[in-house]
């Protein structure tokens, strides 16, 4: 039985045509379809290969192990978030405008996203992505431990916020529990807020959040300004 699915299967290629040459770009973009489809937990190399119909071990010649591919994969989703340039304003502002992009990929790779509390940048765009990044805080006369205090704060921030998102966003298409009246009786507190930690305040509730990020890391550049100038003795600018 299997003998005759394998044969059916090579006569709808045949029938179908030569099929397209398989190259990292064509395999990362099925990887990211696929995994934004059904998830990263349900993802395969053999799931992978039926997508591209081709057999698993061909994706080998072009990435030595599912990691590598991962990696490729999370670098094509940065290659959607953007740092302005510096011409684009101060800045907190180009932090701002970084971090909304990144923010952006919640919705636009729900499936994939996770992948980033996963990975290390490793790839082209995420590298280019970082030192841009931590470019932006240096510039500002920090030192380098202090710059990575701040990015991972951010970071952090990110990440959390979109996971925690994807989670209330799955909770509520798969129809998750929703707490019985005698249950909101006994928790009055969270009764009182649960209306505004749905889906419809998620903006509202990142931007807010990102706006008291962005303030603590100016107080800190002021105040590690001002201990240098102490310092050195120079007048605060």
Known sequence: MQAMTKELVKKRRRAAGPAMPLSRERIVDAALALIDARGHEAFSMRKLGAELDCEAMALYNHFANKNLLLDAVVDRMLKKVVVPPRDFGP?????RAYSQSFHALVRIHPGAFPLFAMRRFHEKHG?????????????EGIEPRLAVKLYRTLANFLAGTGLNELMLLTDVATGGATRTTAENESHPA??????????????????YGLDIILAGFEEAVRSHRAKSEKKTGSQPK
């Open 190 to 207: 969270l009764a009182a807020v649960s209306p505004y930690l749905g889906p419809a305040y998620f903006d509202e509730v990142f931007e």
């Open 91 to 95: 800045w907190i502002e180009r932090t």
């Open 127 to 139: 590298l280019a992505l970082l030192d841009e990044a931590f470019a932006t805080i240096l510039d």
